[in-house]
């Protein structure tokens, strides 16, 4: 089985699914024959053809909008934001039309799409290219929002959304692209090739929405994280030397009720990890399902690792994002209480 | 605009914000002087493979085809037979059959809500008769007429407008926001102009496709001002989309008037020249050149020639809607002293005079249609008016996502159903 | 004292300080001759002059970037979306450049400005003249979000709003407008008049942002809401006949921390009302925070009322506003636990 | 465009979805035979106050000053003399040296990331001198030159490039999206075309206060696709907002050519005819006639006529950013073959054969411009390069709000600061 960072196995469920159903088209900006900022549509235009996969004008509004008429057409498509940062302009267009558009017509109109982006920071993009948008979608009825951690389950987890009758948010973790990330920075660059998770199918393959993955087993915590979290939270358990259990949820709508409850009762403490600043951030969410659904069963307060109520600083990069060291802290405080 | 531009430019000494001003508000004399109209057959019909420099002069015409004697006149004078037209009529008079006794209906607590299409029948009637069947219109909440042209039961859009237990749209949404894929009415929405992308990338679909059946999206004038618009037609202009683009120009958004929406500095068919695409600038209440227009930019995108936009200059004749009370803000009798007439009675004189109709055939199809409405909307009441009747609250739940997720499975169980 | 209802005492509010400030304007659709769909600004362009309160084009993204330039000059402009459900094609705007002028200006350039939007369901409006967007507004660092519940309220809050040198977004609960509205639908309609709460100051006074108001106090439970739902809570705690604390936030960035911490330390239970829809809603956020400040003081799992996680559907305006009887019930079941 | 039009009309037989495709990718040659330039001097200067109907074929010309023969013709011949002319140059001249040095710092790791604004000099320098010191320009990331010919301290840039502890933004920013009221540059964001609107609104709140100053608004050719600048136009349009909005046509975005925004299809000056304002379409390479249009565009906002579009129309010389490499999807001598020239050579050889200039002052004035751009640049390394030195963390926490809520202070307290 090969080995493929993210960036190429994402290229390859495209590449796939391309071949596969011929109503499946790309574009968004810089996708076609330059194949993407971050090279994810990389060669699609060769392969599949000039209306396959083509560039887009910069109106990421346009761009949402004209796939939510292609969807309702039957068609399937499948269209890049090149940063989520830039996914707001089209917000109306996600919120009022992709996702409402099945129940305000009863079923008569859809929108199949995916919408796919990269998101989340480490990469010293600034403020605009290194938000966390998750919670601003969580929170919409009839989005579905899918997040993935490794390049295993990016290819089984895009293709299970393009398959999917319903609008998809498929937030892309860049700062994993090319390789797994703990959030030491100062240590050198690890590539994905050799990693577990980086062996990757050639074919045709899903990874469900709405199932998390206990990615390690542990009896004294739960900790809940997605994206490039839940390799900070795993560098961080093992620091703290914690037998805590790290709960990748991979998609937050559908979110996986049940492995969470299930493991928070089992070790009657939590730990939530995001990137996205804290207040009204979907740990939040979390946050109160625990409470509403395993309020007997906690020994200890849920407790909450995100980014800093501020908007994403360039030059304290590495002050804003939450760390190893934070998530020990947080780990440590947890057992304490 | 012209008129604008120098009464401003005159009038302003010294420098402040300059605001739009109407010609006219509750008590002025009605000024509908600023309005120049070209005579019917004045504006040229170009080739519809015209390149983009030939068509630079299009959107400050207008095309207008039934002249002062009823007459049709000029190269512009559809392909369509006066049997098509008679159709039309009769839509036309449904149109206004089911606008007032909904509105009525309204008054009488039946429904919550209700918008009349008076002045604009048209403009549903002539793009729903002259487009094929697996054409696909994005309409506004204007254009019931559309629906009627191609059957669509009567009855069910009094169910809907009762949100009773036969709402084809299972109470989900406010009344007079239809859909129907089947008859070629896409979804509406209480957002104005958010669907107009949509037309754009069926449209795409179609061409992707190699099929040449097409979209036509209509947005009013006052939404053109969104963003969503200019977005719509680049992505038309860029990738050819075989689509016909239409603003509504009623002159009015509400209580704001055209003036707001930039219509004293040029006129809204001037948009198409910023993408290089065929302006139209169109008597929206000539039924005639509506419908030759609509041919012309179908003919034009069914071969792969692109997007067409067309301006419909015409009048909201009524309120915004039932909550709306437009003498608050513009005169009384201005509808009546709109220069273009109304689009039922110039239809009706020119099929007359082509003696293709006659006034007792006009007075019997008054009365047939008005007939045909109040059958069908009381089989409506029947079922039950608003909250008489409802459809099942299960359906509240329903067709949030293709399959209802943990979530809404409790919560429906919250409250035991 | 004149008695105003909130429509007056918001028209009063604006007409107060747009005759000591020339340096406030109004602008949005409608708002101008006409005096606005709800009347908030009527009569304001015949007192002050055309060019202080006039009609927008339909582009809430145009309205709210014109804003923030006038802001970023020093003016500062009080913007009206129509409908809150409206407000999402500004919200890049907001979102991106209103929340982070000042931030990544260094303070240079800020954007004072207001944004006001009537929001929420009652009065029939069908899916989009109906929704409440507080939670999209609360996560976004730089955006303070204000939701008054009376008309003595509304004035002071607006004022203080106007006056601050942050954007705001001023939320008017429009099925208050008129009336004091306590999800009894099949009663009566109350109006304003003759209600301590609409007994108005004429001239200029403030209520201070990020204070909530004790609007009952109690000693058996902490209830938590604001705009309409306060008064939907309020009838909700008397037929429960329990002995609740209720807490009207009136803005909830910034949140007033203090008085619901201070609150559920005393009760030990709370119970969180918003008409939003539940997931990944604001409620979501007060849970977390009253798990982390006061998880010892609870005797029971925080409990949340909200909209059903659907889209607002019109036939079924009563089934999805979460009345008086689901707040006794929630209470009940908060008591029991 | 025509030439497009042609292509594709003859090269279509069945029905497919159009994707526009620029002349040449890498490989092929050099085309750029589609480009139809008028001679200097062929545009004619319209009166500050013409009317709407008088502007229609502005947009199609394009503003040209500078002949073959080096010397200036034709009415659009700016008022402006050599002297101001000299100092464009010099102001160039200093943004080629920053340029070049900073690409080359990037390189070496001092900082995360940089952009050149090669071949686009003359449009920052031109309107910054061109235009008064209470002027506001709402920039693009192209921009610098504004700031250098106002006199911004070239160090201060490199302290924010390189994040450094007299970062004047505080480290807070991205690299080059530099922020200075005091020299009328509005604040740059990451996001394109965001503040286009902004510029709007400012000049509608001079004019508010009756202040005679006004505002300018930039965007790429690329941006004018999102709905933020259709929106913008608009509220221009109708308020008469005295703003000049430029679009930078530097015909590539990223590695999108400029036929992905409709540049297939007529000229971005073009969109000016759908707002009713003038539409002028500049040679971005000739600085007079930058200098000209500028004027021009200002007189007119200052009298109260409104707003004007402007196209630059010129060439993005190097790469997008350090990020990005354009072999890969145009041909590596596109630049060199760009029919338009070079600004600052043209520039060069205008004013040398003016008598204002000669070979030895212009290498002198190079050498100069190197000279002082590596002092402020050492003096900003002395403080440090990215990593080597940073403001204090706190800085993260300042600015949120006007004051910091509890929220921002127990998070500092967080990390103990
Ligand atoms: C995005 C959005 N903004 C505002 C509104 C409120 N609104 C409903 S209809 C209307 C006026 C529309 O005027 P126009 O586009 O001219 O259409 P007409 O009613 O004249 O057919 C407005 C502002 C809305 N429904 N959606
Ligand atoms: C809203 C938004 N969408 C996308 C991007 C990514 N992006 C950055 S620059 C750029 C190209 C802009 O091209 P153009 O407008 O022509 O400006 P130029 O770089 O040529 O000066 C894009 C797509 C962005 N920064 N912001
Ligand atoms: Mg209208
Ligand atoms: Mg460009």
Redesign the pocket.
Known sequence: MPSMNMIQSLNNALDVMMARDPDILVFGEDVGYFGGVFRVTDKLQERHGLHRCFDAPISEGGIVSTAIGMGAEGLRPVIEIQFADYILPAY?QLV?EAARLRYRSGGDFTAPITVRSPYGGGIFGGQTHSQSPEAIFAHITGLKTVIPSTPYDAKGLLIASIECNDPVIFLEPKRLYNGPFDGHHDQALKAWKDHPDAQVPEGHYTVPLGQAAVVRQGADATVLAYGTMVHVARAGIEEAGIDAELIDLRSIVPLDIETITNSVRKTGRCLIVHEASRFAGFGGELSALITERCFYSLKAPTQRVAGWDTPYPHAFEWDYFPGPSRVVEALQKLMED | MGKEVHNFMTSRRNITLHIPQPSARPGDQVDFSDIELPPAGDTPRPAIDASEAVLRELPFGMIRTLADDHDACGDWRPEASNGDFVAALKVMLLNRAFDDRMFTAQRQGKTSFF?KTTG?EALSAAPSLALRPDDMCFP???MVGWLLARGYPIRDLAHQIFNNACDPLQGRQLPILYSSKAHGFYSLS?????RIGHAVGWAMAKAYRGDDSIAIGF??????A?GDYHEALTFASVYKAPVILCV???????S?F?GI?GGNETTFAAQALGYGIPGLRVDGNDTLAVWAAIEWAAKRARAGYGATLIEFFTY?AEG??TSDDPTKYRPKDAAAAWPLGDPVDRLKDHLIKGGDWDEDRHAKAVEEAAATVKEAIKQAEGVGVLGASKPSVKEMFEHVFEEPDWRILEQRGEIGI
């Open positions: 109306d009022s | 918008m604009e506004t909440y204007r209480g957002n104005v102009g958010s947005i009013g004038e006052g939404t053109t969104e509504t120009n009623n002159q009015w958004a509400i704001s055209s929406a909201r915004h809607s």
